[in-house]
């Protein structure tokens, strides 16, 4: 079935970095554009950016310029998101997700079970 | 960037009853508005796009509405597996944004 497999939890330092990957299954992986959302412990949702994993393009949100990177491996068919500089206003849930039909600006059809990132001294 | 508000933040309703819940935009979106349910310890689920359209094997107890600022969620009859936040999308400019959420628990 379509599904999105995301890494697991990850605990890190202030000022490390952290790269989340999400592997696709399913579906033909350079048809749909692949976004990033995440979730501080219980709070809203909040979207990153996204990655075209046909062209490699990248749109990212102005608050993340400069410290996050969304790659893809088409490989193995897995979209990653880098994110660096870590603070503690970074523990979150972070959630890759499909963009819905093709194209960039889409809902989130299919979702990845969300990997936990905790970012403690 | 364009501010989505939910309201109202929390409702209590009893089961089998209807629930009404609110969007609004800072500016238009057309009709490019999703809903999501999202559960304890789960990823977001859509159940609308295009303001009205549910998703696939979304129940039609779920229905959407609106367009331009202003948007309803509506559940017609709640089943105890609907109690849940829900959460609307703005899908027309960049940044992405969602609203604060509303959480629906059983009165």
């Known amino acids: 079935q379509v599904q999105l497999v995301q890494s697991g939890a990850e605990v890190k330092k202030p000022g490390a970095s952290v790269k989340v990957s999400c592997e696709a299954s399913?579906?033909?992986?350079?048809?749909?554009?692949i976004h990033w959302v995440r979730q501080a412990p219980g709070q809203g949702l909040e979207w990153m950016g996204w990655?075209?994993?046909?062209?490699?393009?990248?749109?990212?949100a102005q608050k993340f310029q400069g410290r996050v990177t969304m790659t893809r491996d088409m490989s193995i068919i897995t979209a990653y998101m880098d994110l660096t500089r870590l603070t503690s206003d970074d523990t979150a849930v972070y959630y890759c997700?499909?963009?819905f039909g093709g194209g960039a600006a889409r809902p989130f059809d299919i979702w990845g079970q969300g990997t936990m990132v905790t970012v403690s001294s | 960037e364009i501010v989505m508000t939910q309201s109202p933040p929390s409702l209590s309703v009893s089961p089998g009853e209807r629930a009404t819940l609110s969007c609004r935009a800072s500016?238009?979106?057309?009709?490019?508005l999703a809903w999501y349910q999202q559960k304890p310890g789960q990823a977001p689920r859509l159940l609308i796009y295009?303001?009205?359209t549910r998703a696939t094997g979304i129940p039609d107890r779920f229905s959407g509405s609106g367009s331009g600022t202003e948007f309803t969620l509506t559940i017609s009859s709640l089943q105890s597996e609907d109690f849940a936040v829900y959460y609307c999308?703005?899908?027309?400019?960049?940044?992405?944004?969602f609203g604060g959420g509303t959480k629906v628990e059983i009165k």
């Open positions: 997700a499909r963009g």
């Open positions: 399913g579906y033909t992986f350079t048809g749909y554009y």
């Open positions: 990655s075209n994993p046909n062209s490699g393009d990248t749109n990212y």
């Open positions: 500016q238009s979106v057309s009709s490019n």
């Open positions: 295009g303001a009205s």
């Open positions: 999308q703005q899908c027309n400019n960049w940044p992405l944004t």
